[in-house]
């Protein structure tokens, strides 16, 4: 075997033994729809400071975007119902409180002098993140912004020796004495916080506290929405659909038509591969734009097929035929998947939640089945036709000239 095959088949088993690491390593993450997880229904109370407006339900959102994007929580639902409502659904998560505390909070930080009067507020912060005490307790390590660190400077050096109150939504959350002047515009908020709930009154004072109180109005963990019984049945019709299509192509075009398969399953797995690493979630939108780009890849290999086999019939030598048909094929190949990449931009731009999965799982499919139906697929029938220069043209059903 040439030298050069020998590489190419190389390069393909270093990128199977990727995939395969990847996979093992970032096991797929499941949506709402197929694992079940929390829904949250959020309603905004309006106050005599805090009207609810089409802007505070944006903002609101945006927040509470922030905060479960902090949770780690993968293809999460955020979206309104009517004018004061905001439903929450969240994947894979169980602990109801848990996700109350952080999405559905106020969250709104209060420092105050020990006359009571309010000096900084979370507003005046800039960033909040975990940390641990000089005990090595859990602790929130906080940053103020220029103007915020200014006050506190002057809040620590007039109140030496006294409490400062720190509050959230009006209750006490701590109040540290003063030891000695803070300029640094740094600070560290310390209790008798778990790990939980130091991350969670970080994730809270970073992401900012919501424009208007919201209140929850339902609240359950759901199952599946396909159920079991309908996830089983949709993988078997997948596996099902798989094995015909690669009994097809072996039966339609023999050699040729397993190599392609053989590419196919290179594809299959590079998409999973590049899924999982990426942590996206996958939902049964996902999957449908997975069979469908699935569909795209065997399409570019019949395309790429009947290509040579026109050029076979035209009198060329295999080798010829294969590197026309590759390169015909091409702008066909590429127009195809171009506007279904446009397709898929529009949808992820303009579309939330599944659609967005959809778009995503569509784009990578796509992305995938070019390489390895233009680069795979050709390395490995080129190798074939090495291996075997004069028998191969008979595969595709057409005799070679002589």
């Not at 590489?7 to 993450?29: K, N, S």
């Not at 307790?137 to 006294?162: C, I, K, M, S, W």
């Not at 400062?164 to 640094?184: F, N």
Request: charged share 20%; hydrophobic share 50%.
């Amino acid at each position: 075997m040439p030298r050069g095959n020998i590489v190419r088949i190389a390069v393909i088993l270093v990128i199977l033994a990727v995939t395969g690491v990847v996979l093992y390593r970032f096991p797929m993450q499941l949506g709402l729809d197929l694992q079940g997880g929390v829904h949250i229904v959020l309603e905004a109370r309006e106050t005599a400071s805090t009207p609810v407006t089409d802007e505070a339900m944006e903002r609101a959102m945006a927040i509470i975007d922030r905060r479960i994007n902090a949770l780690g929580v993968a293809e999460p639902v955020i979206q309104r119902e009517g004018s004061r409502r905001i439903v929450v659904e969240l994947p894979g998560v169980t602990d109801q409180q848990q996700a109350v505390d952080v999405i559905g909070r106020t969250a709104q930080l209060e420092i105050k002098d020990p006359l009571g009067r309010t000096v900084l507020t979370g507003a005046d912060l800039a960033d909040a993140r975990l940390g641990v005490d000089r005990f090595g307790r859990p602790a929130v390590d906080v940053e103020f912004t220029p103007e915020g660190a200014a006050r506190f400077a002057q809040l620590t050096t007039l109140y030496v020796g006294q409490p400062i109150p720190h509050l959230l939504d009006g209750e006490l959350l701590v109040a540290p004495v003063v030891q000695e002047p803070i300029t640094s515009g740094q600070g560290q908020i310390t209790g008798n916080f778990t790990y939980e709930e130091a991350r969670n009154l970080a994730i809270l004072l970073k992401a900012g506290s919501l424009p208007v109180p919201l209140e929850v109005v339902e609240m359950r963990n759901v199952g599946p929405t396909l159920g079991k019984e309908s996830i089983d049945r949709s993988l078997r019709a997948g596996i099902a659909g798989l094995v015909l299509v690669v009994l097809y192509m072996i039966m339609f075009y023999r050699l040729p038509g397993l190599l392609a398969d053989l590419a196919l399953g290179v594809y299959i797995l590079l998409v999973l591969a590049l899924l999982a690493g990426l942590h996206a979630t996958l939902t049964l939108p996902g999957i449908a734009g997975f069979i469908l780009s699935v569909g795209m890849a065997v399409d570019a290999n019949v395309i790429i097929y009947e290509r040579i086999k026109d050029e076979l019939r035209a009198g060329k030598r295999i080798r010829a035929a294969i590197r026309a048909g590759f390169h015909r094929a091409f702008s066909a190949i590429l127009d195809a998947n171009v506007t279904t990449i446009i397709a898929a931009a529009v949808l992820f731009f303009l579309g939330t939640g599944p659609v967005k999965g959809f778009a995503v799982t569509l784009s990578l499919g796509v992305a995938a089945s070019m390489f390895t139906a233009i680069v795979v697929t050709r390395w490995l029938l080129e190798a074939a036709v090495d291996t075997n220069p004069q028998g191969t043209a008979r595969y595709f059903g057409v005799r070679e000239a002589a």
